[in-house]
């Protein structure tokens, strides 16, 4: 299986949070089969939980938009409204081949963090025609 690992530059990249996040669980193997042992997944390298974070990123055709989960191994949970604007240190692409004979590649993204962008606001929420919070 061929894999091919790849800095990104996020200098020129508009990373959109969605404002959801899970921290991933550790699985045992058991005699019963796989199940979640309802303990946090802790990162070997950082000793830190991993948590995946959904972000929008422009690789679809022509630029546009497309959701991701972002894999973070950190202590801080950063608080990120829904459609801000995120950086992304250290963020890489894994590409490789699909699985089961599919065509195409898989690609997952790992980031050493996560916070809002500097100097973005959090877009207002949107109202319905009564005034409330949609």
Known sequence: MFEFNAPIDTGQMAAIATGHAQTMERWEDGPNGR????QPLIDEETNAPVRIYDVMLPTGRDG?????GIRVASHEVPA?????AVELPGLRA???QA???????DVSFTADGIA???GSAPRPARRSAEGEAA
């Open 80 to 84: 990120l409204a829904p459609y801000s």
């Open 94 to 96: 894994k590409v490789r």
């Open 116 to 118: 809002p962008a500097a």
């Open 99 to 105: 699985r089961n004979g599919g065509k195409g590649v």
């Open 64 to 68: 546009r938009h497309e959701l991701h």
């Open 35 to 38: 199940r979640s042992s309802g």
